[in-house]
Protein backbone atom coordinates (compact mmCIF):
# COMPACT_ATOMS: atom_id res chain seq x y z
CA UNK A 1 0.00 0.00 0.00
CA UNK A 2 2.41 2.29 1.23
CA UNK A 3 4.82 1.56 -2.50
CA UNK A 4 1.50 1.99 -4.28
CA UNK A 5 0.79 5.19 -2.21
CA UNK A 6 4.26 6.64 -3.39
CA UNK A 7 4.15 5.40 -6.49
CA UNK A 8 0.96 7.65 -6.84
CA UNK A 9 2.82 10.86 -5.84
CA UNK A 10 6.14 9.96 -8.13
CA UNK A 11 3.23 9.95 -11.21
CA UNK A 12 1.82 13.26 -10.04
CA UNK A 13 5.06 15.03 -9.37
CA UNK A 14 5.62 14.12 -12.97
CA UNK A 15 2.43 15.24 -14.58
CA UNK A 16 2.84 18.70 -12.58
CA UNK A 17 6.63 18.57 -14.20
CA UNK A 18 5.04 18.07 -17.45
CA UNK A 19 2.42 20.71 -17.24
CA UNK A 20 4.18 23.42 -15.03
CA UNK A 21 6.48 23.04 -19.00
CA UNK A 22 3.06 24.08 -20.78
CA UNK A 23 2.62 27.07 -19.20
CA UNK A 24 4.26 29.65 -21.24
CA UNK A 25 4.54 29.52 -25.23
CA UNK A 26 4.70 25.85 -25.01
CA UNK A 27 2.09 23.50 -26.09
CA UNK A 28 0.36 20.61 -23.91
CA UNK A 29 2.55 18.08 -26.03
CA UNK A 30 6.29 20.02 -25.25
CA UNK A 31 6.34 22.12 -28.01
CA UNK A 32 6.57 25.85 -29.03
CA UNK A 33 3.80 28.00 -29.43
CA UNK A 34 3.30 27.66 -33.47
CA UNK A 35 1.65 30.49 -34.86
CA UNK A 36 1.56 31.22 -38.44
CA UNK A 37 0.77 34.80 -40.24
CA UNK A 38 -1.05 34.70 -43.84
CA UNK A 39 -0.19 37.60 -46.00
CA UNK A 40 -2.60 38.59 -49.21
CA UNK A 41 0.22 37.16 -52.03
CA UNK A 42 3.71 36.25 -52.68
CA UNK A 43 6.33 39.05 -54.07
CA UNK A 44 5.15 42.17 -52.53
CA UNK A 45 7.64 43.76 -49.87
CA UNK A 46 5.44 44.96 -47.56
CA UNK A 47 4.14 41.48 -46.47
CA UNK A 48 7.95 40.42 -46.50
CA UNK A 49 8.55 43.46 -44.02
CA UNK A 50 5.29 42.34 -42.02
CA UNK A 51 7.09 38.70 -41.53
CA UNK A 52 10.28 40.62 -40.28
CA UNK A 53 8.57 42.06 -37.11
CA UNK A 54 6.03 39.01 -36.55
CA UNK A 55 9.35 36.65 -36.58
CA UNK A 56 10.76 39.29 -34.16
CA UNK A 57 7.92 39.13 -31.77
CA UNK A 58 7.61 35.57 -31.75
CA UNK A 59 10.64 34.50 -30.94
CA UNK A 60 11.29 37.17 -28.46
CA UNK A 61 8.76 35.14 -26.54
CA UNK A 62 9.84 31.73 -27.27
CA UNK A 63 7.38 31.15 -30.26
CA UNK A 64 7.89 29.30 -33.49
CA UNK A 65 6.37 31.71 -36.12
CA UNK A 66 5.00 30.75 -39.89
CA UNK A 67 4.85 32.46 -43.06
CA UNK A 68 2.47 31.57 -45.72
CA UNK A 69 1.15 33.52 -48.57
CA UNK A 70 -0.62 32.49 -52.04
CA UNK A 71 0.43 32.97 -55.19
CA UNK A 72 -2.42 34.53 -56.19
CA UNK A 73 -4.51 37.47 -54.21
CA UNK A 74 -7.33 35.86 -53.81
CA UNK A 75 -9.69 34.41 -50.87
CA UNK A 76 -9.38 30.46 -52.96
CA UNK A 77 -5.87 30.26 -52.39
CA UNK A 78 -5.71 31.67 -48.88
CA UNK A 79 -8.71 29.41 -47.37
CA UNK A 80 -6.36 26.78 -48.73
CA UNK A 81 -3.29 27.69 -46.42
CA UNK A 82 -5.71 27.97 -44.04
CA UNK A 83 -6.45 24.46 -44.45
CA UNK A 84 -2.64 23.02 -44.20
CA UNK A 85 -2.19 25.30 -41.29
CA UNK A 86 -5.35 23.14 -39.45
CA UNK A 87 -3.57 20.03 -40.49
CA UNK A 88 -0.90 21.05 -39.10
CA UNK A 89 -2.70 21.96 -35.61
CA UNK A 90 -1.32 25.66 -35.49
CA UNK A 91 -1.80 27.39 -32.27
CA UNK A 92 -3.16 30.99 -33.49
CA UNK A 93 -3.47 32.09 -37.49
CA UNK A 94 -3.36 35.94 -38.69
CA UNK A 95 -4.90 36.88 -41.77
CA UNK A 96 -4.57 39.62 -43.98
CA UNK A 97 -7.57 39.21 -45.40
CA UNK A 98 -8.16 39.05 -49.61
CA UNK A 99 -11.67 39.23 -48.64
CA UNK A 100 -13.86 40.33 -46.23
CA UNK A 101 -16.54 37.80 -45.84
CA UNK A 102 -15.13 34.39 -47.97
CA UNK A 103 -12.88 33.42 -45.27
CA UNK A 104 -15.17 32.80 -43.04
CA UNK A 105 -16.11 28.91 -43.46
CA UNK A 106 -12.44 27.75 -42.50
CA UNK A 107 -11.79 30.08 -40.14
CA UNK A 108 -14.55 28.97 -38.03
CA UNK A 109 -13.18 25.13 -38.96
CA UNK A 110 -9.51 26.42 -37.52
CA UNK A 111 -11.47 28.50 -34.02
CA UNK A 112 -13.74 24.92 -33.71
CA UNK A 113 -10.37 23.16 -33.30
CA UNK A 114 -8.87 25.61 -31.08
CA UNK A 115 -6.91 27.59 -33.06
CA UNK A 116 -7.01 31.52 -32.03
CA UNK A 117 -7.77 32.78 -35.63
CA UNK A 118 -7.43 37.01 -36.04
CA UNK A 119 -6.98 39.57 -38.83
CA UNK A 120 -4.10 41.99 -39.44
CA UNK A 121 -3.77 45.33 -41.85
CA UNK A 122 -6.54 43.82 -43.75
CA UNK A 123 -10.13 42.33 -41.88
CA UNK A 124 -12.54 39.95 -41.69
CA UNK A 125 -15.33 40.00 -40.65
CA UNK A 126 -15.97 39.88 -36.67
CA UNK A 127 -17.59 36.81 -36.56
CA UNK A 128 -14.64 34.81 -38.41
CA UNK A 129 -11.84 36.63 -35.47
CA UNK A 130 -11.21 37.01 -32.59
CA UNK A 131 -9.74 40.68 -32.85
CA UNK A 132 -8.35 43.08 -35.86
CA UNK A 133 -4.97 44.42 -35.85
CA UNK A 134 -5.26 47.52 -37.37
CA UNK A 135 -2.42 49.81 -38.47
CA UNK A 136 -4.38 52.76 -38.35
CA UNK A 137 -7.62 55.01 -38.16
CA UNK A 138 -9.41 54.04 -41.67
CA UNK A 139 -11.06 57.08 -41.58
CA UNK A 140 -7.76 59.00 -41.38
CA UNK A 141 -5.96 56.93 -43.88
CA UNK A 142 -9.14 57.82 -46.62
CA UNK A 143 -9.47 60.97 -46.29
CA UNK A 144 -5.52 62.50 -45.87
CA UNK A 145 -5.10 61.17 -48.97
CA UNK A 146 -7.46 63.11 -50.43
CA UNK A 147 -6.90 65.89 -48.92
CA UNK A 148 -3.23 65.69 -50.10
CA UNK A 149 -4.49 65.25 -53.48
CA UNK A 150 -6.41 68.27 -53.62
CA UNK A 151 -3.77 70.80 -52.47
CA UNK A 152 -1.25 68.91 -55.22
CA UNK A 153 -3.69 69.37 -58.25
CA UNK A 154 -4.94 72.90 -56.87
CA UNK A 155 -8.30 71.41 -55.64
CA UNK A 156 -9.30 70.94 -59.29
CA UNK A 157 -9.12 68.11 -61.84
CA UNK A 158 -10.07 64.36 -62.65
CA UNK A 159 -8.12 61.96 -60.52
CA UNK A 160 -8.41 58.43 -60.67
CA UNK A 161 -7.82 55.73 -57.80
CA UNK A 162 -5.44 52.86 -58.72
CA UNK A 163 -6.34 50.26 -55.80
CA UNK A 164 -5.18 46.50 -54.90
CA UNK A 165 -7.87 43.47 -55.85
CA UNK A 166 -11.55 44.86 -55.61
CA UNK A 167 -12.18 42.85 -52.58
CA UNK A 168 -9.27 43.44 -50.20
CA UNK A 169 -10.86 44.56 -47.42
CA UNK A 170 -8.66 47.47 -46.33
CA UNK A 171 -8.46 49.25 -49.28
CA UNK A 172 -12.28 49.04 -49.82
CA UNK A 173 -12.48 50.84 -46.67
CA UNK A 174 -9.82 53.54 -47.05
CA UNK A 175 -11.67 54.09 -50.54
CA UNK A 176 -15.04 54.53 -48.85
CA UNK A 177 -13.74 57.48 -46.76
CA UNK A 178 -12.32 59.02 -49.85
CA UNK A 179 -15.95 59.10 -51.73
CA UNK A 180 -17.07 60.43 -47.85
CA UNK A 181 -14.47 63.19 -47.80
CA UNK A 182 -14.86 63.93 -51.56
CA UNK A 183 -18.60 64.68 -50.73
CA UNK A 184 -16.99 68.22 -49.06
CA UNK A 185 -18.17 71.37 -50.91
CA UNK A 186 -14.59 72.28 -51.21
CA UNK A 187 -14.08 69.81 -53.60
CA UNK A 188 -16.30 70.20 -55.98
CA UNK A 189 -14.38 70.58 -58.87
CA UNK A 190 -12.46 67.90 -58.30
CA UNK A 191 -13.68 64.17 -60.10
CA UNK A 192 -13.18 60.46 -59.60
CA UNK A 193 -13.26 58.99 -62.93
CA UNK A 194 -12.59 55.21 -62.13
CA UNK A 195 -11.31 52.97 -59.62
CA UNK A 196 -8.89 50.31 -61.10
CA UNK A 197 -7.70 47.29 -59.73
CA UNK A 198 -3.86 46.41 -59.92
CA UNK A 199 -4.42 43.37 -57.61
CA UNK A 200 -1.11 44.07 -56.06
CA UNK A 201 0.60 42.82 -59.37
CA UNK A 202 3.34 44.51 -60.45
CA UNK A 203 2.58 44.10 -63.94
CA UNK A 204 -1.45 44.61 -63.80
CA UNK A 205 -0.98 47.76 -61.95
CA UNK A 206 1.42 48.75 -64.35
CA UNK A 207 -0.94 47.44 -67.77
CA UNK A 208 -4.29 49.15 -65.29
CA UNK A 209 -2.17 52.64 -65.09
CA UNK A 210 -1.23 52.56 -68.71
CA UNK A 211 -5.05 52.29 -69.25
CA UNK A 212 -6.05 55.13 -67.08
CA UNK A 213 -3.81 57.75 -69.17
CA UNK A 214 -4.65 56.58 -72.47
CA UNK A 215 -8.91 56.14 -71.29
CA UNK A 216 -8.75 60.24 -69.11
CA UNK A 217 -6.27 62.14 -71.30
CA UNK A 218 -6.73 64.62 -68.73
CA UNK A 219 -6.03 62.48 -65.76
CA UNK A 220 -4.51 65.11 -63.24
CA UNK A 221 -3.82 62.48 -60.54
CA UNK A 222 -3.49 58.69 -59.12
CA UNK A 223 -4.32 58.30 -55.39
CA UNK A 224 -2.78 54.18 -55.38
CA UNK A 225 -3.82 53.54 -51.69
CA UNK A 226 -1.55 50.30 -51.97
CA UNK A 227 2.57 49.59 -51.91
CA UNK A 228 2.32 47.84 -54.86
CA UNK A 229 0.18 50.56 -57.14
CA UNK A 230 1.73 53.58 -55.76
CA UNK A 231 5.30 52.06 -57.23
CA UNK A 232 4.63 50.34 -60.30
CA UNK A 233 2.19 54.09 -60.96
CA UNK A 234 4.88 56.35 -60.32
CA UNK A 235 7.16 53.97 -62.53
CA UNK A 236 4.13 54.11 -65.47
CA UNK A 237 4.47 58.17 -64.88
CA UNK A 238 8.91 58.93 -64.41
CA UNK A 239 8.68 56.29 -67.85
CA UNK A 240 6.66 58.23 -70.13
CA UNK A 241 7.94 61.53 -69.02
CA UNK A 242 5.07 62.67 -67.42
CA UNK A 243 5.94 64.40 -63.91
CA UNK A 244 4.24 67.04 -63.04
CA UNK A 245 1.65 66.53 -65.53
CA UNK A 246 -0.05 63.36 -64.03
CA UNK A 247 0.50 63.32 -59.74
CA UNK A 248 0.89 60.05 -58.03
CA UNK A 249 0.20 59.99 -54.00
CA UNK A 250 -1.37 57.84 -51.91
CA UNK A 251 0.24 54.83 -49.52
CA UNK A 252 3.76 53.32 -50.05
CA UNK A 253 6.74 51.90 -48.73
CA UNK A 254 9.90 54.46 -48.63
CA UNK A 255 12.46 52.23 -49.74
CA UNK A 256 10.51 51.83 -53.43
CA UNK A 257 9.33 54.96 -53.63
CA UNK A 258 12.53 57.41 -52.64
CA UNK A 259 13.55 58.07 -56.41
CA UNK A 260 10.30 58.71 -56.87
CA UNK A 261 9.60 61.36 -54.11
CA UNK A 262 12.98 62.54 -54.94
CA UNK A 263 12.12 63.73 -58.45
CA UNK A 264 8.37 64.35 -57.76
CA UNK A 265 6.74 62.30 -59.25
CA UNK A 266 5.11 61.69 -55.95
CA UNK A 267 5.53 64.62 -53.91
CA UNK A 268 4.46 63.04 -50.95
CA UNK A 269 2.80 60.08 -50.07
CA UNK A 270 1.35 57.90 -46.55
CA UNK A 271 2.52 54.78 -44.84
CA UNK A 272 2.94 53.42 -41.03
CA UNK A 273 5.57 50.57 -40.13
CA UNK A 274 4.94 47.37 -41.72
CA UNK A 275 7.40 45.57 -39.76
CA UNK A 276 5.84 47.26 -36.60
CA UNK A 277 2.22 45.87 -37.72
CA UNK A 278 4.25 42.26 -37.74
CA UNK A 279 5.49 42.96 -34.44
CA UNK A 280 2.55 43.95 -33.08
CA UNK A 281 0.43 40.61 -34.32
CA UNK A 282 3.25 38.04 -33.73
CA UNK A 283 2.63 39.88 -29.78
CA UNK A 284 -1.13 39.45 -30.24
CA UNK A 285 -0.45 35.92 -31.64
CA UNK A 286 1.24 34.54 -28.86
CA UNK A 287 -1.17 36.17 -26.29
CA UNK A 288 -4.20 34.68 -27.95
CA UNK A 289 -2.74 31.02 -27.92
CA UNK A 290 -1.81 31.37 -24.39
CA UNK A 291 -5.13 32.67 -23.46
CA UNK A 292 -3.56 35.67 -21.96
CA UNK A 293 -6.15 38.04 -24.27
CA UNK A 294 -8.98 36.80 -25.47
CA UNK A 295 -9.99 39.54 -27.93
CA UNK A 296 -12.20 41.31 -25.75
CA UNK A 297 -12.65 45.31 -25.07
CA UNK A 298 -10.77 46.67 -22.55
CA UNK A 299 -7.75 43.86 -22.45
CA UNK A 300 -4.38 44.28 -22.19
CA UNK A 301 -1.46 42.95 -23.77
CA UNK A 302 2.54 43.52 -23.11
CA UNK A 303 3.78 44.03 -26.95
CA UNK A 304 7.35 43.75 -26.52
CA UNK A 305 9.11 47.34 -27.92
CA UNK A 306 5.63 48.66 -28.77
CA UNK A 307 4.71 48.90 -24.73
CA UNK A 308 1.04 48.07 -23.49
CA UNK A 309 -1.13 47.71 -26.30
CA UNK A 310 -5.52 47.72 -25.30
CA UNK A 311 -8.15 46.00 -27.10
CA UNK A 312 -10.55 48.68 -27.95
CA UNK A 313 -13.94 48.54 -30.21
CA UNK A 314 -14.52 48.32 -33.58
CA UNK A 315 -18.69 48.67 -34.83
CA UNK A 316 -19.64 45.07 -34.39
CA UNK A 317 -15.91 43.54 -33.13
CA UNK A 318 -12.85 44.49 -31.95
CA UNK A 319 -9.22 45.95 -32.35
CA UNK A 320 -5.65 46.65 -31.48
CA UNK A 321 -4.61 49.83 -33.03
CA UNK A 322 -0.94 50.59 -34.30
CA UNK A 323 -0.83 54.12 -34.29
CA UNK A 324 -0.89 56.61 -37.11
CA UNK A 325 -0.13 57.05 -40.49
CA UNK A 326 3.16 59.18 -41.36
CA UNK A 327 3.92 61.38 -44.06
CA UNK A 328 6.63 60.63 -46.49
CA UNK A 329 8.40 63.39 -48.27
CA UNK A 330 11.36 65.16 -49.82
CA UNK A 331 12.76 65.95 -46.42
CA UNK A 332 12.26 62.70 -44.44
CA UNK A 333 12.40 60.13 -47.04
CA UNK A 334 16.44 58.98 -46.64
CA UNK A 335 16.00 58.57 -42.98
CA UNK A 336 13.56 55.70 -44.25
CA UNK A 337 14.10 54.36 -47.56
CA UNK A 338 16.64 51.29 -45.64
CA UNK A 339 14.11 50.71 -42.99
CA UNK A 340 11.19 49.66 -45.17
C1 LIG B 1 -0.07 46.68 -50.04
C2 LIG B 1 -1.06 45.70 -49.45
C3 LIG B 1 -1.29 45.95 -47.97
C4 LIG B 1 -1.54 47.42 -47.69
C5 LIG B 1 -0.42 48.25 -48.23
C6 LIG B 1 -0.65 49.74 -48.01
O1 LIG B 1 1.23 46.28 -49.77
O2 LIG B 1 -2.25 45.80 -50.16
O3 LIG B 1 -2.37 45.16 -47.54
O4 LIG B 1 -1.69 47.66 -46.31
O5 LIG B 1 -0.28 48.02 -49.62
Avoid at 168 to 173: D, E, K, T, V
Avoid at 179 to 199: R, W
Avoid at 236 to 258: C, F, H, N, R, W
Avoid at 297 to 318: I, P, Q
Wanted: proline share 4%; aromatic share 6%.
Amino acid sequence: MKKLFSLGLAILLVLSVVVGCSSTNETSDGGKKKVALVFKNTGNPYGERMMDGFKEAVEEVGGEAIYKAPDQPTAEAQIQVIEELIAQRVDAIAVVANDYDALQPSLNKAKNRGIKVFSVDSAVNPESRLVHVNQADPERVGRIQIEAVSEMIGGKGEIAILSATSQASNQNLWIEWMKKELEDPKYKDIELVKIAYGDDLRDKSVSETEALLKTYPNLKAIIAPTTVGIAAASKVIQDKGLQGKVIVTGLGLPSEMAEYIKNGVSPWMYLWNPIDVGYLSGHVAIALAEEKITGKVGEKLNAGRLGEKEVVEDGEGTQIMLGDPFKFDKENIDEWKDVY
